[in-house]
């Protein structure tokens, strides 16, 4: 059975850091490419990130490219969301969510979604 | 503003027939598959859709999705309260070399 679980979030004040973490477990960690997808209090979703199956490949949506690093442990089964220089409009619940196929680009699992709010 | 557009909103009445729009352009609904997520009041979302009309194993058949160019749309059949929710399609973009999704459609069942 597939779980992933979002760790990490809590309240930062504007300018700070922080790291989430998502854990996968029921399926082979390494043979997927994996998000993150954000979503600011009663706003819709936004996506934010994406690493490769191997960790290799990575982009960002342009809102927060420059300020956050995706990577990816296989050996742990976990991957990563590095948040640095947030801002208030950081601020939001965010989901991990599994690739399921590369080219169709669809999210067939998702975290139950952590929430980070940046705040002074 | 999202990259796609889909109406803030829509009302239908118990057993009848819904449908969302999706609106894009061709470096997202027009070059590459649509998926569609379903989200209930306070939980994570759950794909509804994938490859622009495919059932995920799970998912009711009153639920079912087309394609033509670069707008996408959802029609959910016998429309149930539980059906009450917010819709999200999404596609990966080329330009943007991410996933965009559109703003939401929030399903109202009278």
């Known amino acids: 059975q597939v779980h992933l679980v979002e760790s990490g979030g809590g309240v930062v004040q504007p300018g700070r850091s922080l790291t989430l973490s998502c854990a996968a477990s029921g399926f082979t960690f390494s043979s997927f490419g994996m998000h993150w997808v954000r979503q600011a209090p009663g706003k819709g979703l936004e996506w934010v990130a994406i690493i490769s199956l191997d960790g290799r490949n990575k982009n960002y949506a342009d809102s927060v490219r420059g300020r956050f690093t995706i990577s990816r442990d296989n050996s742990q089964n976990i991957f990563y969301l590095q948040m640095n220089s947030l801002r208030t409009e950081d601020t939001a619940v965010y989901y991990c969510?599994?690739?399921?196929?590369?080219?169709?680009?669809?999210?067939?699992?998702w975290g139950q979604g952590t929430l980070v709010t940046v705040s002074s | 503003q999202s990259v796609l557009t889909q109406p803030p909103s829509v009302s239908a009445a118990p057993r009848q027939r819904v449908t969302i729009s999706c609106s894009g352009s061709?470096?997202?609904?027009?070059?590459?598959?649509v998926n569609w997520y379903q989200q209930l009041p306070g939980k994570a979302p759950i794909l509804l859709i994938y490859?622009?009309?495919r059932l995920p194993s799970g998912v009711s058949d009153r639920f079912s999705a087309s394609k033509s160019g670069t707008s996408a749309s959802l029609a959910i059949s016998g429309l149930q309260s539980e059906d009450e929710a917010d819709y999200y399609c999404?596609?990966?973009?080329?330009?943007?070399?991410?996933?965009?999704f559109g703003g939401g459609t929030k399903l109202n069942v009278l």
């Open positions: 969510a599994r690739e399921e196929g590369f080219v169709i680009k669809n999210f067939d699992y």
């Open positions: 490859f622009d009309n």
């Open positions: 061709g470096s997202n609904i027009g070059s590459n598959a």
């Open positions: 999404a596609a990966w973009d080329d330009s943007l070399n991410g996933v965009v």
